[in-house]
């Protein structure tokens, strides 16, 4: 059974910083690219960052600068490391995993993360 776990949301003031996890098991973590996602409310989802199975990284355009993606394959565990919070950035934010020898998509239940002005 695969499972996503979210981790590491709350309540931040703008400027201020928050590390969301994402403990992914039932897959093969290490072979799997892995994604957040994230969502405003009345909105759509939209992808924030990207990393790779050999540990590429792609970020969307508003976050570059200020989110960071990183991976611990011995964890089995996906990170974001996001600083200089804005209002705007308050959202669920979900992980996704795409395992490579899978057509399945998984995501976790989501966190939520809201920055205060």
């Known amino acids: 059974q695969v499972q996503l776990v979210e981790s590491g949301g709350g309540l931040v003031q703008a400027g201020g910083s928050l590390r969301l996890s994402c403990a992914a098991s039932?897959?093969?973590?290490?072979?799997?690219?892995m994604y957040w996602y994230r969502q405003a409310p009345g909105g759509q989802r939209e992808l924030v960052a990207t990393?790779?199975?050999?540990?590429?990284?792609k970020y969307s355009d508003f976050v570059k600068g200020r989110f960071t993606i990183s991976r611990d394959n011995a964890k089995n565990t996906v990170f974001l490391q996001m600083s200089s919070l804005k209002p705007e950035d308050t959202a669920s934010y979900y992980c996704?995993?795409?395992?490579?020898?899978?057509?399945?998509?998984?995501w976790g239940q989501g966190t939520q993360v809201t920055v205060s002005s």
């Open positions: 996704k995993a795409k395992p490579w020898n899978s057509t399945i998509d998984y």
């Open positions: 039932g897959i093969t973590f290490r072979f799997s690219a």
């Open positions: 990393i790779a199975s050999g540990g590429t990284t």
